[in-house]
């Protein structure tokens, strides 16, 4: 569904990913590159549970990279929508799994 060619809406937040941007109400909040590849493998599962190594090999293809990375990124991502990790309503960390996406995604038509 989401993708990096168009904008889309995360609950009430706009995502800009060629701008690596995520905008509300006039608040505009610009996140790393790899942190909004994270977040469109979470907006295409479709509120399914993405597994960290589906999100590794996603975002950092035959890289050894360590899970602090993802964390990071997750964190960058947490603060942008203003979420909270222990009551989330974006993005919900699944224990030893992996994370979902909470919020509703859809597509935005111009």
């Given amino acids: ?9 995360v609950g009430e ?10 905008s509300k109400e006039g608040k505009t909040v610009v996140v790393k590159h790899k942190s909004m590849a994270v977040l469109v493998s979470l907006a295409d599962a479709n509120g399914d549970v993405v597994s960290r190594d589906d999100i590794m ?17 997750i ?27 909470l919020a509703s995604v859809s597509q935005i038509s111009e």
């Avoid at 937040?13 to 995520?22: M, Q």
């Avoid at 090999?57 to 990124?73: E, G, K, N, Y």
């Fill in 1 to 9: 569904m989401a993708s990096w060619h168009a904008d889309f809406n």
């Fill in 13 to 22: 937040w706009r995502v800009s990913p060629k701008l690596h941007n995520i």
């Fill in 57 to 73: 090999d996603m975002v950092w293809p035959r890289m050894a990279v360590t899970d602090d990375v993802l964390t990071q990124s």
């Fill in 75 to 101: 964190v960058e991502l947490r603060k942008a929508f203003n979420d909270d990790a222990k009551h989330p309503k974006f993005i919900e960390t699944i224990p030893k799994v992996g994370f979902r996406l």
